[in-house]
């Protein structure tokens, strides 16, 4: 089999032909959509804002030593936000006395709420989104302010109180500080009323303190070898000589002066600091402030419906198109000319639309048939609508006629090929209507056409023209009836459905002769390969311009291979999309083994979503008629195998 290379043409046409999958799956796809989001939890979200700052007051140098480690404040305050103190104050602002009258529903609306607030810092800012969902559009709002609220209470109770704490510790260790100081301070006078100290010792101390300063500026620059060195050096150790030999009332007395400074220096800072810690606490300033409340949201963040059908319409789109070129993979038949010359290696004669009664039923026709084979008589098919079969009869001008023209045209009768048998690969394709209409048109070229009803199992022929079976084929094997009183011709046309008017109307009529089946035999494959069957066909050769046989498909049965090589050529004919591709390779397969000669393949029943390439000359869609005003078709008997289409 031939493998071909997809191109945008036949994408086009695939997903033409499997529209239905397309839309039915995007329809399925967005209803589901539709359905799962109407069936969601609307989330609502509310968003309110706040900007947190460094304290300008007095009280701001209290807490830096306590904040220095501190690596983003902003994120720390962002965690407090959304602690569980911030949520019991939400909820105490929401339902004030819940806590006292129900706590477990107290501690359970806390978890509802906890898990509903989400601080976010807003980069390279010192401002904080402070987000919440809730099911309710106001209810999100009202979580998110007071949120905020509680947020800037806390904060400023936790100001307060680091306060608080502040000046109590700098009370008490002012207090400590007092007390050292006043002990120092009472020593020393002591010692100065007694006169047993006269304080050289902290003259001495001093000079130390000095030289060792001078020394340690020096030694950077010089050696231990100058001469400045050696003399500081020198100092150095006379006088601590001399501070050794002083008596211990000395260094004592300079121990408590000595002491005596610190408490003071540390007295005054302690005042200072606790001016400010009482300053901080009477102050009451938050660090943090709301720049922004949060508005009742006018739409749900989820579903997005909108949204969601939208994605759920691309997403079918999507599916249905996969599943589109799924099905086309997994359908076997063929159903483009390309394919079918491709796989029998044989052109395709012509392309027959779907028109008539059976164009309404589309495909449920195989249905309808077997439904109609056991419906009763008044239900089947009334003789005007077998004649709609006709359609190179009842409108010549017709799309499909031009059709069986073009067929005929393709056929190429001349006298070394006037008998053509049509058939199909399986039943129900249509071999019987293509045989009428290509007699029909056929004729009215002028040329003597016999049409030969050799389907002795379901015959239609007699059917399609509104004759009497009996009478025909079979009887004339038989030797019952003559072959020239069983051709039915323009007499019994006129004597029967057609009538006189129409047969008036209808003068092709004249060269064209009808053998019906007749009655149905118990052994059909041997009535139609027996030497009276080919006689038989030798004597119609004879007599007629073309020979068209109506026989029975090719894969049930084998009355075709008995008669194809007695024939000029096959005509098969296949409904588009009917049977499998290896159906069809198998009747060429018989056709061949037989020795009879395929001409070519028709398409059948092509509806219009199965569209031929553009290099095709008839598109059936458009309805060409080619004729003139008034013409009629010609009376006039012509060479056989002549004609315009």
């Given at each position: 089999?031939?493998?071909?290379?997809?191109?945008?043409?036949?994408?086009?046409?695939?997903?033409r032909?499997?529209?239905?999958?397309?839309?039915?799956?995007?329809?399925?796809?967005?209803?589901?959509?539709?359905?799962?989001?109407?069936?969601?939890?609307?989330?609502?979200?509310?968003?309110?804002?706040?900007?947190?700052?460094?304290?300008?007051?007095?009280?701001?140098?209290?807490?830096?030593?306590?904040?220095?480690?501190?690596?983003n404040?902003?994120?720390?305050?962002?965690?407090?936000?959304?602690s569980?103190?911030?949520?019991?104050?939400?909820?105490?602002?929401?339902?004030p006395?819940?806590?006292?009258?129900d706590?477990?529903?107290?501690?359970?609306?806390?978890?509802?709420?906890?898990?509903?607030?989400?601080?976010?810092?807003?980069?390279?800012?010192?401002?904080?989104?402070?987000?919440?969902t809730?099911?309710?559009?106001?209810?999100?709002?009202?979580?998110?302010?007071?949120?905020?609220?509680?947020?800037?209470?806390?904060?400023?109770?936790?100001?307060?109180?680091?306060?608080?704490?502040?000046?109590?510790?700098?009370?008490?260790?002012?207090?400590?500080?007092?007390?050292?100081?006043?002990?120092?301070?009472?020593?020393?006078?002591?010692?100065?009323?007694?006169?047993?100290?006269?304080?050289?010792?902290?003259?001495?101390?001093?000079?130390?303190?000095?030289?060792?300063t001078?020394?340690?500026?020096?030694?950077?620059?010089?050696?231990?070898?100058?001469?400045?060195?050696?003399?500081?050096?020198?100092?150095?150790?006379?006088?601590?000589?001399?501070?050794?030999?002083?008596?211990?009332?000395?260094?004592?007395f300079?121990?408590l002066?000595?002491?005596v400074?610190?408490?003071e220096?540390?007295?005054?800072?302690?005042?200072?600091?606790l001016?400010?810690?009482?300053?901080?606490?009477?102050?009451?300033?938050?660090?943090?402030?709301?720049?922004?409340?949060?508005?009742?949201?006018g739409?749900?963040?989820?579903?997005?419906?909108?949204?969601?059908?939208a994605?759920?319409?691309?997403?079918?789109?999507?599916?249905?198109?996969?599943?589109?070129f799924?099905?086309?993979?997994?359908?076997?038949?063929?159903?483009?000319?390309e394919?079918?010359?491709?796989?029998?290696?044989?052109p395709?004669?012509?392309?027959?639309?779907?028109?008539?009664?059976?164009?309404?039923?589309?495909?449920?026709?195989?249905?309808?048939?077997?439904?109609?084979?056991?419906?009763?008589?008044?239900?089947?098919p009334?003789?005007?609508?077998?004649?709609?079969?006709?359609?190179?009869?009842?409108?010549?001008?017709?799309?499909?006629?031009?059709?069986?023209?073009?067929?005929?045209?393709?056929?190429?009768?001349?006298?070394?090929?006037?008998?053509?048998?049509?058939?199909?690969?399986?039943?129900?394709?249509?071999?019987?209507?293509?045989?009428?209409?290509?007699?029909?048109?056929?004729?009215q070229?002028?040329?003597?056409?016999?049409?030969?009803?050799?389907?002795?199992?379901?015959?239609?022929?007699?059917?399609i023209?509104?004759?009497?079976?009996?009478?025909?084929l079979?009887?004339?094997?038989?030797?019952?009836?003559?072959?020239?009183?069983?051709?039915?011709?323009?007499?019994?046309?006129?004597?029967?459905?057609f009538?006189?008017?129409?047969?008036v109307?209808?003068?092709?009529?004249?060269?064209l002769?009808?053998?019906t089946?007749?009655?149905?035999?118990?052994?059909?494959?041997?009535?139609?390969?027996?030497?009276?069957?080919?006689?038989?066909?030798?004597r119609?050769?004879?007599?007629?311009?073309?020979?068209?046989?109506?026989s029975?498909?090719?894969?049930?049965?084998?009355?075709?291979?008995?008669?194809?090589?007695?024939?000029?050529?096959?005509?098969?004919?296949?409904?588009?999309?009917?049977?499998?591709?290896?159906?069809?390779?198998?009747?060429?397969?018989?056709?061949?083994?037989?020795?009879?000669?395929?001409?070519?393949?028709?398409?059948?029943?092509?509806?219009?979503?199965?569209?031929?390439?553009?290099?095709?000359?008839?598109?059936?869609?458009?309805?060409y008629?080619?004729?003139?005003?008034?013409?009629?078709?010609?009376?006039?008997?012509?060479p056989?195998g002549?004609?315009?289409?």
């Amino acid at each position: 089999m031939a493998q071909y290379e997809l191109s945008l043409s036949d994408y086009w046409r695939i997903l033409r032909k499997r529209l239905y999958v397309v839309v039915g799956t995007l329809a399925v796809i967005v209803a589901t959509t539709a359905f799962y989001l109407q069936r969601q939890t609307p989330v609502y979200q509310a968003e309110a804002k706040i900007k947190l700052e460094q304290s300008q007051a007095i009280s701001a140098g209290l807490f830096g030593g306590f904040q220095s480690y501190q690596e983003n404040p902003i994120v720390t305050e962002s965690r407090v936000i959304e602690s569980r103190s911030i949520a019991e104050e939400v909820v105490r602002q929401q339902h004030p006395t819940l806590a006292k009258t129900d706590p477990a529903q107290f501690q359970s609306s806390v978890d509802h709420v906890q898990g509903r607030i989400r601080a976010e810092p807003i980069s390279e800012t010192n401002i904080v989104r402070i987000v919440t969902t809730a099911g309710k559009a106001h209810e999100a709002a009202e979580i998110a302010n007071l949120a905020a609220e509680a947020y800037i209470s806390f904060n400023l109770k936790e100001k307060n109180k680091q306060a608080r704490t502040v000046r109590e510790f700098v009370e008490s260790q002012l207090a400590q500080t007092e007390t050292r100081l006043n002990e120092s301070e009472e020593q020393l006078r002591r010692m100065r009323e007694t006169g047993t100290a006269t304080g050289i010792a902290n003259v001495l101390q001093s000079r130390i303190l000095d030289l060792q300063t001078q020394l340690a500026n020096l030694l950077p620059k010089l050696t231990e070898a100058h001469p400045d060195i050696i003399r500081l050096r020198e100092q150095l150790l006379k006088l601590e000589a001399q501070l050794r030999e002083l008596p211990a009332g000395e260094l004592e007395f300079s121990r408590l002066t000595r002491e005596v400074q610190a408490n003071e220096k540390a007295y005054g800072t302690l005042r200072g600091r606790l001016e400010e810690a009482r300053i901080a606490e009477a102050e009451k300033i938050a660090n943090a402030s709301i720049i922004e409340l949060a508005p009742v949201p006018g739409a749900p963040i989820h579903p997005r419906k909108r949204l969601g059908i939208a994605i759920g319409g691309l997403l079918g789109l999507l599916v249905g198109c996969i599943l589109a070129f799924v099905v086309e993979t997994l359908d076997t038949s063929i159903g483009t000319i390309e394919d079918v010359e491709a796989l029998l290696g044989v052109p395709v004669l012509a392309v027959i639309p779907n028109v008539g009664r059976e164009e309404r039923f589309g495909p449920y026709r195989s249905i309808r048939r077997r439904l109609m084979r056991w419906a009763p008589q008044r239900l089947k098919p009334t003789p005007h609508e077998n004649k709609m079969a006709l359609h190179s009869h009842t409108d010549p001008h017709s799309v499909a006629s031009e059709a069986y023209r073009i067929l005929r045209t393709n056929i190429k009768f001349s006298p070394e090929r006037k008998m053509v048998l049509v058939t199909s690969a399986g039943p129900g394709e249509g071999k019987s209507t293509v045989t009428s209409n290509l007699g029909i048109v056929t004729a009215q070229t002028g040329a003597r056409t016999a049409l030969i009803g050799a389907d002795l199992r379901r015959p239609e022929l007699d059917r399609i023209f509104g004759l009497q079976r009996e009478g025909g084929l079979t009887e004339v094997l038989s030797g019952e009836v003559p072959l020239e009183r069983a051709m039915r011709g323009l007499s019994d046309f006129i004597l029967g459905k057609f009538g006189y008017d129409e047969a008036v109307k209808s003068p092709y009529l004249a060269n064209l002769f009808l053998l019906t089946p007749g009655r149905l035999p118990d052994n059909p494959v041997e009535q139609v390969g027996s030497k009276v069957m080919q006689e038989l066909l030798s004597r119609l050769r004879s007599q007629y311009d073309v020979v068209l046989v109506d026989s029975p498909p090719l894969l049930p049965v084998a009355d075709s291979l008995m008669l194809a090589p007695s024939t000029d050529g096959v005509v098969l004919v296949y409904e588009v999309g009917r049977i499998s591709r290896a159906a069809l390779l198998r009747a060429k397969t018989q056709l061949e083994s037989v020795g009879a000669k395929l001409l070519g393949v028709v398409l059948n029943h092509v509806r219009p979503e199965v569209q031929t390439q553009p290099r095709d000359y008839y598109y059936y869609r458009q309805r060409y008629a080619y004729r003139r005003e008034g013409a009629e078709a010609p009376a006039a008997k012509q060479p056989a195998g002549t004609g315009s289409s």
